[in-house]
T-cell receptor, first 113, second 114 residues
Framework: AQSVTQLGSHVSVSEGALVLLRCNYS??????LFWYVQYPNQGLQLLLK??????LVKGINGFEAEFKKSETSFHLTKPSAHMSDAAEYFC???????????FGTGTSLTVIP | KAGVTQTPRYLIKTRGQQVTLSCSPI?????VSWYQQTPGQGLQFLFE???????NKGNFPGRFSGRQFSNSRSEMNVSTLELGDSALYLC?????????????FGPGTRLTVT
């Protein structure tokens, strides 16, 4: 069985501060992990993905995430928050067989000017 | 390349009615998944189709059904609508049948049941 847990449904950071959004996964098989962003009234957009290559994954808009197997974590970070980063962020896991993605409940990021 | 398109974007229905939502995947994508998104539940998986076959199904009642056509376009149908079915319904397509390939999402259909 696979699942993800996103710690913190709401995160607020000041503009220019570090963004850290937490995701822990549970998987009985080597996981594929994804971060998506959703802006109001839009669908989800892929930020980055981990598919068992490099453990540090760089994505769009300056985001990156590190896969830590020992901690079963895939936290999303960005060194300096911009106002445009305010959105809902979803972590997702899938496996090598089948095509079923399991999404976390999301973290709403607020950027304070 | 055109993205995933969903029609209609907004829909208002009355309890007891039925509704059909449509999704056109990215050209060449053979897998289409459907999700229900609500503020309290997040994204909940409805079902996934690959080459016209339903391969995975989430934990939703039988009132929710879907199908996929030979051109990979997909429809989902909800019969006997309930107030709790009000949600954003998202469709996502991916290239292949494994979890290796990311899903590309459409803008969603906002369904309101009154």
């Amino acid at each position: 069985a696979q699942s993800v847990t996103q710690l913190g449904s709401h995160v607020s950071v000041s503009e220019g501060a570090l963004v850290l959004l937490r995701c822990n996964y549970s998987s009985s098989v080597p996981p594929y992990l994804f971060w998506y962003v959703q802006y109001p009234n839009q669908g989800l957009q892929l930020l980055l993905k981990y598919t068992s290559a490099a453990t540090l994954v760089k994505g769009i808009n300056g985001f990156e995430a590190e896969f830590k197997k020992s901690e079963t974590s895939f936290h999303l970070t960005k060194p300096s928050a911009h106002m445009s980063d305010a959105a809902e962020y979803f972590c997702a896991v899938s496996g090598p067989t089948g095509n079923q993605f399991y999404f976390g409940t999301g973290t709403s990021l607020t950027v304070i000017p | 390349k055109a993205g995933v398109t969903q029609t209609p974007r907004y829909l208002i229905k009355t309890r007891g009615q039925q509704v059909t939502l449509s999704c056109s995947p990215i050209s060449g994508h053979r897998s289409v998944s459907w999700y229900q998104q609500t503020p309290g539940q997040g994204l909940q998986f409805l079902f996934e189709y690959f080459s016209e076959t339903q391969r995975n199904k989430g934990n939703f009642p039988g009132r929710f059904s879907g199908r996929q056509f030979s051109n990979s376009r997909s429809e989902m149908n909800v019969s006997t609508l309930e107030l709790g079915d009000s949600a954003l319904y998202l469709c996502a397509s991916s290239l292949s049948g494994t979890g290796l390939f990311e899903q590309y999402f459409g803008p969603g259909t906002r369904l309101t049941v009154t």
